[in-house]
Structures are given as C-alpha cells and as structure tokens.
C-alpha cells in the first residue's frame, strides 16, 4: 500500500509569512495526525482528527497554526504569521481507526529566517 | 505533569548483544504504548504496540514488556545487528488515540 505523502519536502521562509504543509494519508485511514518535531525531541501532537472531525487540538497554537481535514482524507496545515520558534519538522501521520498504529510521513522540514 | 524519560544517553552495544531501552513515564495512565524506529530524515516508523492488560509482547528479534506498577517499558533487541542502528521512541497513548511521545534513544551497535 502507497505510504502517507507529504508535501514540500522543505520550506524556507522568512518570520511573518505564513505557509502550508499537505499531508495525504493512506486510503481508509479514519485517524489523522499533525506533530511538530524539534531536533532532538520527539514528535509533540498539534492536532488530531478522526474523519473530518477533531478530536484534540490541545496543543495547537490557535492564535497562528491553523488545520483542515476537508471530505476526512487530504489536510492542511497552517502557519501565519510564522516566528522563528516554528523551526521543525512537521509530520503527519494515519492509523486505520484510533488506538491502531501510526504510519507517518516523512515530514516537511520548516527554517524560518 | 505528565513526563515521558527514555534513556538519558545514547546505548552503544557489540553486534550480537541484547539491546534494552527503557520507557518510564510519570502522572499518566496509559491504555497502551507503543514503539517506533526513527532513521535520520524520516518519518517514525511502528514496531509494536503493547495495551495496559498486556505484560508482554514479541515480533522476530524485538520484545517489549509493559510494567504499569513500576510505570516502565523494556525495549529489547536480541542478536543486534548493525542494521539497528536508530532512535528509537516510546509513545504513550489514552484509549482517545492521544500519544505523547518520549524524546528517543539514539542505538548505535558496532561491528
């Protein structure tokens, strides 16, 4: 089966301007998830969504990340405006359905100048 | 607040040895916990997941065991090869599917 795909790869841009990440999960994969990983951290939950529902955005920056799980496949995550702290990489992950494994991407690599 | 340790150094083994990574985590009840391998540059990839009524589970040369007294996982590898070498995460989850996940261990076995 075709992997979780992500898209870009890497994204360079300056603090303030705001960007996008797109994650497609594998196909039937209820369960979808966007980490923030710092170098030399684990991956930090953002925001989970089960179908085109979120389940928990605890942890997400509301007031500058925002995401969407548009008809519960594709999603989209956002960051405006960007501060140099937002440095990571950004990972997206599925499972089948929720308590089930994780498959993630292999992330966008973010560097705010 | 919920805390995850994973061994605090980097583990270098011989090639053969038995590799054990330890999990412990603090103020969490978790339903399950899992193990990932992390290459340099790619995403977490799954290894295996063990539930709060399991105390152990097996696949090939990995074991994981799950002590919820002790609040402790064991991670271990048996004849180590090269190949092996990586960071490797512990995640703790609540039956919602939430996951923290530890800061790794980076394994480095020598030939």
């Known amino acids: 089966e075709a992997g979780v795909a992500q898209s870009p790869r890497y994204k360079i841009i300056e603090k303030r301007q705001s960007v996008a990440f797109w994650c497609n999960p594998i196909?039937?994969?209820?369960?979808l998830y966007w980490y923030q990983q710092i170098l030399g951290q684990g991956p930090k939950l953002l925001i989970q969504?089960?179908?085109?529902?979120?389940?928990?955005d605890s942890q997400l920056p509301k007031d500058r990340f925002s995401a969407e799980r548009l008809k519960g496949v594709d999603s989209t995550l956002k960051i405006q405006p960007a501060k140099l702290e937002d440095s990571a990489v950004y990972l997206c992950?599925?499972?089948?359905?929720?308590?089930?494994?994780?498959?993630f991407g292999d992330g966008t690599r973010l560097s705010i100048l | 607040s919920q805390k995850i340790e994973q061994n605090s150094e980097a583990l270098n083994i011989q090639e053969g040895k038995t590799a054990t990574l330890t999990c412990n985590y603090t103020n969490y009840s978790p339903a399950y916990l899992q193990w990932y391998r992390q290459d340099p540059g790619r995403g977490p990839v799954f290894l295996l997941l063990?539930?709060?009524?399991?105390k152990e589970k097996r696949k090939e040369r990995l074991k994981v065991t799950f002590d919820t007294t002790l609040k402790q996982s064991l991670f271990h590898i048996t004849a180590s090869q090269p190949a092996d070498s990586a960071t490797y995460l512990c995640?703790?989850?609540?039956?919602?599917?939430?996951?923290?996940f530890g800061d790794g261990t980076t394994l480095t076995v020598k030939p």
């Open positions: 063990i539930r709060e009524n399991e």
């Open positions: 992950a599925s499972s089948l359905e929720i308590n089930q494994p994780q498959h």
């Open positions: 969504f089960q179908n085109n529902g979120v389940v928990d």
């Open positions: 995640a703790l989850s609540t039956n919602a599917g939430k996951s923290t």
């Open positions: 196909s039937g994969h209820a369960t």
